[in-house]
């Protein structure tokens, strides 16, 4: 684990190229989030249309050392519409993972939609086979709130994912 400060800004224009090798490079995205091949313009016309800043889903910057490291994202989410919550991700260059940088850009977040948005819940998803993001949601108060199968289709089949949960009342850890 590193002691660089983590901070989470906005997405500038000069992180797009970063930003769109995590999104659409194979090798700088790892195997357990590899999904295909996407539209490599939509990162920069949304960027172009609000910053990556919206209303239905938003990404910023994980910044460590003034230097681009990863992003993370929120999108909303809800099961009847006058209860809506937000389903949180995060994804790190290859030179920022194992470092304990994940974890506090996931606590920085937290602390950013609980202070910013009326929202009670926060969620986050992964596949079963990604513990390091196992402990990272746990370090950050998350609860495992069980397996969903075959919810994902990546490399060829169907993957079980783990959901997590966080709730504005629950405690969290210093």
């Known amino acids: ?26 090798a700088a995205i790892g195997p357990l989030q590899w999904y295909g091949w996407s539209d490599p313009g939509r990162l920069r016309r949304t960027w172009a249309e609000n ?4 209303a239905e889903q938003s990404q910023l910057a994980v910044v460590t050392g003034g230097e681009f490291r990863g992003f993370v994202a929120w999108r909303r989410a809800a099961v009847v519409p006058a209860a809506p919550y937000w ?8 030179d920022a993972r194992g470092r304990g ?6 606590r920085l977040l937290v602390d950013y939609l609980f202070a910013h948005s009326p929202v009670v819940r926060l969620e986050a998803d992964t596949e079963t086979a990604n513990l390091a993001e196992q402990r990272a949601l746990e370090k950050c108060g998350f609860s495992r709130e069980g397996v969903q199968r075959s919810l994902v289709f990546r490399d060829g089949q169907w993957r079980d994912i783990v959901r ?4 504005r009342s629950d405690p969290r850890p210093e």
Not at 51 to 54: F, T
């Open 51 to 54: 910053g990556l800043l919206g």
């Open 164 to 167: 997590y949960s966080l709730l």
């Open 1 to 26: 684990m590193t002691d660089e400060q983590v901070l989470l800004r906005p997405i500038s224009e000069a992180d797009l190229t970063a930003l769109e090798r995590l999104v659409h490079d194979p």
């Open 87 to 94: 389903n949180i991700g995060i994804q790190l260059a290859p």
């Open 101 to 106: 940088i994940g974890t506090r850009a996931q």
